[in-house]
Nanobody
């Protein structure tokens, strides 16, 4: 059973920092692109940052220069370092993997997975 579990969220003041982690568990052959999404009440879910299996990152314009995404394939973990946090960064942050390959009797298959999310609140 594959799971994505986030950690590291919390309450911080504007200008502060947080580091989010997302660890994949289960019988996994490989993980392709991973990313962090966020969703605030009444707003659409948006892609914050993504990273390929080989480590190439991409960022939303709103977080460029402030957030850094990275991954450790050996630990099956993706991270999001968030600096210079702003109140508008407040949201539930969700980990996403577009394709996780798992062993099957005929070979292998891939599926999309989401974590349950971790709350980030930026407030004075």
């Amino acid at each position: 059973q594959v799971q994505l579990v986030e950690s590291g969220g919390g309450l911080v003041q504007p200008g502060g920092s947080l580091r989010l982690s997302c660890e994949a568990s289960g019988s996994i052959i490989s993980i392709e692109d991973m990313g962090w999404y966020r969703q605030a009440p009444g707003k659409q879910r948006e892609l914050v940052a993504s990273i390929t299996n080989s480590g190439s990152p991409d960022y939303a314009d709103s977080v460029k220069g402030r957030f850094t995404i990275s991954r450790d394939n050996g630990k099956k973990t993706v991270y999001l370092q968030m600096n210079s946090l702003k109140p508008e960064d407040t949201a539930v942050y969700l980990c996403h993997a577009d394709r996780i390959w798992t062993p099957r009797p005929m070979g292998a298959s891939s599926s999309e997975y989401w974590g349950l999310g971790t709350q980030v609140t930026v407030s004075s």
